[in-house]
């Protein structure tokens, strides 16, 4: 009889294991089939944009897009949009990127993606992620002014897509700050084009100085590692102030 009970209680342990077996593989099935209807149609967004002959989706199309979501195209959630794919290059998002950005978004319609957009712009703005995005926003623009046969030569942003850079980026943070600096920038004629160290040492100016000193700039050490760009800078301020 023990035998007996004992026989039993395996081929019930066995049939509950059989069962929860079944019903995993069925969930990751399913799980799987979802994940594939989803890329499909995160895909299928992509070519509804893309250049056939490209196979990207290139300035024009980036337009038809910013269109359908009722979004400016110069309007900085479209950069943010950039940031998310991990766009390589000013102006274009290839299928990887594109999928990359959706995904994680969680956006495989148009409706969904244009819905995306505030949870988007909050995300950026934590200062965790923000500094990487001011980062990245001078690297995607660098490569849109970048020509094949010196590329590996450029390395800084000339003063006037700087000035409409910084407003687009940091105006929103720093809006008086940044005018000023903007209105420095057009007047003065010893930069021609900023570099990367100047762009981040201004972020950190901002950061630092500007909140505390702001406009007197009282706590600006000049012996600090600034770029000179910024020494000039304070010194035209001082001088315009008096």
Not at 165 to 189: C, M, N, P, R, T
Not at 199 to 219: A, H, K, Q, T
């Amino acid at each position: 009889m023990r035998r007996s009970a004992s026989k039993k209680t395996g081929q019930s342990n066995s049939t509950t294991a059989s069962i929860t077996s079944s019903a995993t593989d069925l969930f990751r099935s399913s799980s799987g089939k979802a994940s594939s209807k989803e890329m499909e149609r995160i895909d299928n967004l992509f070519y509804s944009y893309a250049n056939r002959s490209s196979g990207m989706i290139d300035p024009e199309g980036i337009e038809t897009l910013c269109s359908d979501m009722e979004v400016d195209h110069t309007d900085v959630r479209i950069l943010m949009l950039a940031w998310k794919m991990r766009a390589e290059k000013q102006g274009y998002f290839t299928l990887e990127e594109w999928r990359q950005g959706l995904k994680s978004l969680r956006a495989d319609t148009l409706n969904k993606l244009k819905k995306a957009l505030p949870d988007l712009e909050k995300e950026v703005k934590r200062p965790s992620n923000f500094v990487d995005f001011y980062n990245y926003a001078f690297r995607y623009c660098l490569t849109g002014i970048m020509s094949s046969q010196w590329k590996e030569k450029q390395k800084s942003i000339d003063i006037e897509s700087i000035c409409q850079l910084l407003d687009l980026v940091l105006g929103s943070h720093f809006q008086a700050q940044v005018d000023y600096f903007i209105e420095y920038l057009k007047i003065q004629s010893d930069y021609k084009v900023i570099n990367m160290d100047q762009w981040m040492g201004f972020y950190r100016f901002c950061n630092e100085v500007l909140p505390i000193s702001f406009p007197d700039f009282s706590n600006y050490d000049p012996e600090l590692a600034w770029p000179l760009i910024l020494d000039n800078f304070v010194e035209w301020m001082r001088a315009k102030r008096t």
